[in-house]
């Protein structure tokens, strides 16, 4: 069965913080989203990764395809970071699965 | 601008009565499909289409139609909306099956 979990599912953290959120995966993929949602509840593309490592500003995402797991790092995290970050996976069959979210709270 | 467009972004109706969600992406993206969102369960693929004329089922199809006579649209058929069927739905666009997405800013439907 193609599952995709997230960990933690609440995060709160002091503005600063470096911030990693996991996602971890069942079965070998063919493409990873990160992806953040806003409390007014706009979904916007992060990253998408097949391998290896991507860097966009204060955002860092890495996957591990043999141990099947990616990481979203935040490093000097600010209050405007405060959203629901998701992950989805794109298995072999075209279907994307997605994770149930981690809420990322940062506290001035 | 690039953007993914979704109309209504509210819509409250009622048992049974027709209704159609529009998305239209202005990218010329193959790739689009529709999610829903509900508490608890988090995005789940309802369809999805790799170009004009080709669709297919995601992992809720049931209760719904979708059809994609042009490539910038791809509207969502609900053609006998139950209450279950209340939900957030979001619409997203990318240039092929492994690229970015780009979302619709969601249709807040409730079915009463």
């Known amino acids: 069965k193609n599952e995709v979990e997230q960990s933690p599912q609440n995060l709160t953290a002091q503005e600063g913080e470096f911030i990693t959120i996991n996602c971890s995966y069942s079965?070998?993929?063919?493409?990873l989203h990160w992806l953040q949602q806003h409390p007014g509840g706009g979904i916007v593309s992060l990253f998408m990764l097949s391998s290896g490592k991507k860097k966009h500003g204060r955002l860092i995402a890495t996957i591990n395809i043999q141990e099947k797991h990616s990481s979203l790092h935040i490093t000097a995290s600010h209050p405007r970071d405060s959203a629901v970050y998701i992950c989805?996976?794109?298995?072999?069959?075209?279907?994307?699965?997605f994770g149930t979210g981690t809420r990322l709270t940062i506290i001035p | 601008e690039a953007q993914v467009t979704q109309n209504p972004r509210y819509l409250i109706t009622v048992t049974g009565k027709k209704l159609t969600v529009t998305c239209s992406q202005n990218?010329?993206?193959?790739?689009m499909s529709w999610y829903r969102q509900d508490p608890g369960l988090g995005l789940r693929q309802i369809y999805y289409?790799?170009?004009?004329?080709?669709?297919d089922k995601g992992d809720v199809p049931e209760g719904y139609k979708v059809s994609r006579k042009e490539k910038r649209n791809f509207p969502l058929i609900l053609e006998s909306p139950s209450p279950n069927q209340t939900s957030l739905y979001f619409c997203?666009?990318?240039?092929?099956?492994?690229?970015?997405?780009?979302f619709g800013q969601g249709t807040r439907l409730t079915v009463v």
């Open positions: 079965v070998g993929i063919s493409a």
């Open positions: 989805a996976v794109l298995f072999g069959n075209e279907k994307l699965t």
């Open positions: 289409s790799m170009n004009v004329e080709v669709t």
């Open positions: 990218m010329n993206h193959e790739y």
């Open positions: 997203a666009s990318s240039s092929r099956r492994r690229a970015e997405a780009f």
